[in-house]
Every structure is written in C-alpha cells, then in structure tokens.
C-alpha cells in the first residue's frame, strides 16, 4: 500500500487568487494583502502604493506614498557612467537579449559600491545607529568585523562616497527635497549632520546613504531596502541599454589596454 | 577626504597582468602567455583554474577538481538552482538566461558559494588556530558566534551526503585524500558528533576542506567552485522545453495557501 502523497503547496501572506470556476490555472480575482488588486486598486493606487503595499503589507499614508514616488524618480536612472547602466549598455550593444542586459544590470548595481549591498549595509547602520551622532561616529571608525561571505570585503563606508571630494550636487538636491516631505526623521536628520558625518567618514553621504535613509524612513527593513533599490535603478539601465543597441556597437567606446605582462613585448 | 584623482588616473585605460586582445597583432595574452601557443594544449578545467590562480597544477590535482564537479551535477529539476533552469524552459526564455540566473542562485547561503566560502575559511583559519596551539572547542566557538552556524555541516533536505564516499574514494586514489585541512574537517565532524550535534560533514564541508589542501584561498576557490552545479542544468533545461509550454511543475490556485490578512476594502 503506497502512503497518500502529502499536497505540496506555496505558502504566502502576500498574494490571494480565486480560481476561474472551469480553470484553477487562471485566477478570477486576485487579492493583495487583503486587497483586491484588480476589482478596486486598479484606477485608484498608485504605482508607489503598489511597492508599499507588496513590501510593508499595508497601504501607504499619502506621505509615505509620496516618499516613494519620488525616491523611485532618484533612483530610477543612473545615467550612462553609472557602472550598472554600462553592463546594461554592454549587453545591448552586442544584440544580447533584454533580459540579460537587467541582469547584467542588476549584476553590478548589486555589490558594495553605489549598489544594493551597500544600501543594506547603510541601512544596518541606520538600525545601529540610530539617530545618535556619537554612534555613527563610533560606527564609522571602528566599523563592526565582517564575516566571511561571497561578498568582497567593505573598502568604505556604506553610504558614504568612495571617491569624492565632497558631497555632489544632485545628491544634495536628492536629500534636500526628500528630507523635505520625509514623514520619518532620518532624511531630516542626515541632511541636519550631514558635515558632522562627513567629517567622520571621511567623505560625504553618497545616493545610497540617501537612499538607505530614505527607504528606512518609510519602515523598510534592511532586506527589503536591499530589493527595492535594485528594483528602482533599472528603468535607466533599460532606457540607456535600448539607446546604445540602436546607436551600435561602432559607436561604443572600446578603451585602452595597458599590458603589464606581455610576452610578445618580452620576444620582441 | 578620499578624492577622484585615483579615478581620474584610470579614465579610459586598463592596466592589466591578466591579459588582453590585440586583434591587429592576432594575438591573445592569458596571464602573461600566448593563449593560442603556449596554452593551446590545456584542459577547459586547466586553463579555468590557471586564470583564477595564476599557478599550474598537477594532472592528478585537476582530476580531483573536475571530479569535484561531476559528483555534484545533479539533473534533478526539483532543486532549487536546477528549478530556475526548467522554469526558463518552460516559459520558453533562453537556455543561457535560465543557466546563468541559476548559477547566480547557486551562490545560496545555505549551500553553494555561501557555504564553501565560509567553510573553506573556517578550515583554514581553524587549521592555523590548532597549529597555533588554540584547542578546537574555541574555534567552534569563535565561528559560532561570527557566523551563527559551521558551514559545511548538516544539509537541507537530509544530513547525509551520498558524494562524500566517492569523492574519498577517488582521492585516495589519487593520493590525495590525507591533507591538513580534511582531516581537520572530520575531526571538526568527530567533535560534533561527539558533543551530541548530529550534523555530519556535507558536500561542501568536504570539497572545502579539498580546496584549502589544494592551495586556494577562499577568494580562488569561491572563483572555482562558480560553475560546479553546471553539468546537471542543461538536462532540465532539455527536458522543460521538450514538453508543452507551461507544463513543468505548473501550480494552480489551490496550491497557494494563503495566510494573510482577510479581505478589506482599499483605503485611498
């Protein structure tokens, strides 16, 4: 006698379909956390109480829905020197399919440098840290040890520029309007210490500290900061990747290589 | 402040001891070597192991390597990584698309990279610990509380792993199964075992310990170990894309279980 197989199912607090009555394949309606997507969310949420809703489970306040939207409009382009939106460029330049430029994309705005792994970190910090100028400051010169994971090792601070001399105006501009409507106190209050902080670090507070700020200002958990930051920077990625596999690969730079180590140079 | 004068110095051109093409000259430099003469009688796994490392290794070394492969490319769709594979094929997206974004799923933290990449440094580190006179029960307890668990022991799905008796098997015979760092992992397994821990030595655990005996360092062998789950997606893939569209592992409503909040009327 063989044992009844156990029904195997996909467990979830996020997503709710009813079936089609002849087609349990097609949902009928759909509901998200408890709220019917389709019958009544379509024509009145928004695209940012969208993301709220997927990731907090709870519909935003027009503030919080405000903070995203505009967060999303920060995020959304990185513009064609931004490392991420090159990968895209470089996949799209060769005729490679459009979902490996995002993946390419999303392959390098992931790491520890202007991407989603320093947003997380940044955000860790945040949770450290607080609202507190002395933690951070402790934080910043005693940064806590790493463990051993595939991700490289920490070369600055998260959220902090790696290499500028100061704070860039389009993220002063980006940390001033969103410090503005934050309905929560770390964008106001990094825009407040954003010297002090500077000081510390030993360079200015960076997109993704401004990010990282703003994401936990709207009650984002470090994680989930993490995807949303990845989410919101592809639309760029995606318009620039279009834009250089129209224009072609002739008219993509192919840079110089300096050989350190070349044995055609050692015959020569 | 850190400043964009190291930027600015590598605007446009690379330095490199890797390597370059030099299409006018015909020619390919690989670390330092002609690719199409002096490296045209490698092996695939060879010359893949000489990028990473830079250093040559014997021919039974590269069997135990490409073994290490073998024993763990499993064409079982179920499996997680595997699963994204026949998905890609199933939604008719492209093989490349599926096997990339399955390898990049591979480095899990539960097992893959993540898991090798802090076994192998725990191995080495531990290994350098005893030598120094550090008993072990301090080390177990030191990665205890850095990583919250010892990678490499116990498995997801079941605590036994049916590669390690082949993969000692092949090593013996290859004499290569009695270096430092596996025997350290089965004293580490002993020690477990002993303490009333029921996690035994897993896969990775074991081709971690190889990877220290072999010479890598967590940064080579995390390189290395990047296409080992390989050999077993293109048969799901295979498989997927041979039955009807659709049709693989398709989950119809009833199979989603839905534990979130009731139903509720959109507040904005």
């Known amino acids: 006698m063989s044992q009844p197989q156990k029904v195997e199912k996909v467990s979830t607090r996020i997503w709710l379909e009813e079936p089609e009555p002849t087609n349990s394949f097609a949902a009928r309606n759909a509901w998200l956390h408890g709220y019917d997507v389709y019958g009544e969310m379509l024509g009145r949420a928004r695209w940012a109480d969208m993301m709220y809703l997927l990731f907090r489970g709870e519909a935003p306040t027009k ?10 409009l920060v995020l959304a382009n990185g513009g064609p020197r931004d490392p991420a939106v090159h990968a895209a460029m470089c996949g799209a330049v060769g005729g490679s399919t459009a979902a490996s430029c995002l993946m390419a994309a999303l392959a390098v705005g992931a790491g520890r440098l202007g991407g989603g792994r320093e947003v997380l970190s940044a955000m860790q910090a945040w949770e450290h840290c607080g609202l507190e100028l002395e933690a951070w400051q402790r934080h910043l010169s005693t940064p806590p040890a ?8 920490t070369e600055h601070a998260a959220g902090f520029e790696a290499h500028g001399a100061g704070m860039a105006g389009i993220v002063r501009q980006a940390l001033s309007y969103l410090a503005s409507i934050s309905p929560g106190p770390r964008l106001g209050w990094l825009f407040e210490q954003r010297h002090a902080l500077a000081l510390a670090a030993g360079s200015s507070p960076a997109m993704t500290g401004v990010a990282a700020a703003a994401l936990a200002d709207l009650g984002f958990k470090p994680a989930q900061g993490e995807m949303l930051y990845l989410l919101l920077r592809l639309p760029g990625a995606a318009a620039h990747a279009l834009e250089q596999g129209e224009t072609g690969h002739k008219q993509f730079p192919f840079f110089q290589l300096d050989l350190l180590d070349d044995p055609g140079k050692a015959s020569a | 402040m850190n400043g964009p004068q190291h930027l600015q110095d590598a605007v446009g051109r690379w330095k490199s001891r890797m390597g370059g093409f030099f299409p006018a000259e015909q020619r390919t430099v690989f670390r330092g070597h002609d690719l199409h003469a002096d490296l045209k009688g490698m092996g695939w796994l060879e010359l893949c192991v000489f990028g990473i490392t830079g250093r040559r290794h014997t021919p039974q070394q590269l069997r135990l390597m490409e073994a290490l492969c073998v024993f763990t490319s499993y064409p079982d769709p179920r499996i997680w990584n595997n699963r994204v594979v026949a998905l890609a094929a199933t939604t008719r997206s492209t093989g490349a698309l599926g ?7 591979s480095e899990a933290h539960i097992y893959g990279r993540g898991n090798e990449v802090q076994a192998i440094t725990f191995f080495r580190d531990t290994h350098q610990a005893l030598e120094a006179g550090t008993a072990l029960e301090a080390c177990l307890a030191r990665e205890m509380a850095t990583h919250g668990r010892i990678a490499g022991y116990g498995r997801p799905l079941v605590n036994a792993d049916e590669r390690i008796a082949p993969t000692m098997a092949l090593a013996a015979e290859l004499g290569l199964a009695d270096g430092p760092h596996v025997r350290l992992a089965y004293a580490v397994e002993k020690h477990l075992l002993d303490n009333g821990k029921p996690l035994r030595l897993n896969y990775g655990g074991l081709v971690s310990a190889f990877g220290a005996d072999l010479g890598f360092t967590p940064r080579e062998f995390y390189l290395f170990m990047y296409p080992v789950f390989l050999g077993g997606m293109p048969p799901c893939y295979i498989e997927a894309a041979e039955q009807p569209e659709g049709s693989f592992l398709p989950l ?3 199979r989603v279980d839905y534990q979130g909040p009731a139903k509720r009327r959109w507040p904005l």
């Open chain 2, 99 to 105: 096997m990339s974004a399955a390898l990049a799923v």
């Open chain 2, 252 to 254: 119809p409503c009833e």
């Open chain 1, 63 to 72: 503030a919080q829905a405000a903070l995203l939207d505009a967060l999303s």
């Open chain 1, 146 to 153: 790493e463990a051993a994971s595939v991700w490289p090792t």
